[in-house]
T-cell receptor, first 114, second 114 residues
Framework: DGGITQSPKYLFRKEGQNVTLSCEQN?????MYWYRQDPGQGLRLIYY???????QKGDIAEGYSVSREKKESFPLTVTSAQKNPTAFYLC?????????????FGSGTQLSVL | KQEVTQIPAALSVPEGENLVLNCSFT??????LQWFRQDPGKGLTSLLL?????REQTSGRLNASLDKSSGRSTLYIAASQPGDSATYLC?????????????FGQGTELSVKP
């Protein structure tokens, strides 16, 4: 089945620790995104990538880092500099060259602080 | 600055009722608008995408309309079912170029009672 896979589903971070969230897609999409969702709020863009080896900061990039070494993969690292990391993290992808541009989402990772 | 608002935040209706969810945006310069469904603890599923040149899109019991001049979109759900219970989010792609950022509303949590 084609789709986006996020892992793990639940993740716990100790103070001062960096953690990495995985996102893999087999849809052959060019563009990939990371969003953060807090209760009662809309999704906020952390980072996005429109092509391999290139990515741009979104609206709330501080305390996060990403890489795009392969088209299929767009991992997100939550660094110790992110002081309020508890949230639901969503990865998405879209076919950037298509005028349709529907966004496809993974099932999310819930990150909590110990 | 583009802002997207969804009112009400929560809605409860009896099964079988037709209902309308609202989405408003402050800047009419949008590329497209999408409606998503999100089940608890899950990712988002794209329901309908309306290009800025279109007035509406239909899929099964769902109909989405777009009025750019008034900054409004509505999602009409016919003959609601308990399985329609979920949070519905709208998102506008900002600007008139294909790679504008996606701005999300906070969502409307819908509960359909048997």
């Amino acid at each position: 089945d084609g789709g986006i896979t996020q892992s793990p589903k639940y993740l716990f971070r100790k103070e001062g620790q960096n953690v990495t969230l995985s996102c893999e897609q087999n849809l052959n999409h060019d563009a990939m995104y990371w969003y953060r969702q807090d209760p009662g709020q809309g999704l906020r863009l952390i980072y996005y990538s429109q092509i391999v080896n290139d990515f741009q900061k979104g609206d709330i990039a501080e305390g996060y880092s990403v890489s795009r070494e392969k088209k299929e993969s767009f991992p997100l690292t939550v660094t110790s500099a992110q002081k309020n990391p508890t949230a639901f993290y969503l990865c998405a992808s879209s076919q950037d060259r298509s005028t349709n541009e529907k966004l496809f989402f993974g099932s999310g990772t819930q990150l909590s602080v110990l | 600055k583009q802002e997207v608002t969804q009112i009400p935040a929560a809605l409860s209706v009896p099964e079988g009722e037709n209902l309308v969810l609202n989405c408003s945006f402050t800047d009419s310069a949008i590329y497209n608008l999408q409606w998503f469904r999100q089940d608890p603890g899950k990712g988002l599923t794209s329901l309908l995408l309306i290009q800025s040149s279109q007035r509406e899109q239909t899929s099964g019991r769902l109909n989405a309309s777009l009025d750019k001049s008034s900054g409004r979109s509505t999602l009409y759900i016919a003959a609601s079912q308990p399985g329609d219970s979920a949070t519905y989010l709208c998102a506008v792609r900002r600007g008139v170029v294909r790679r504008g950022k996606l701005i999300f509303g906070q969502g409307t949590e819908l509960s359909v009672k048997p």
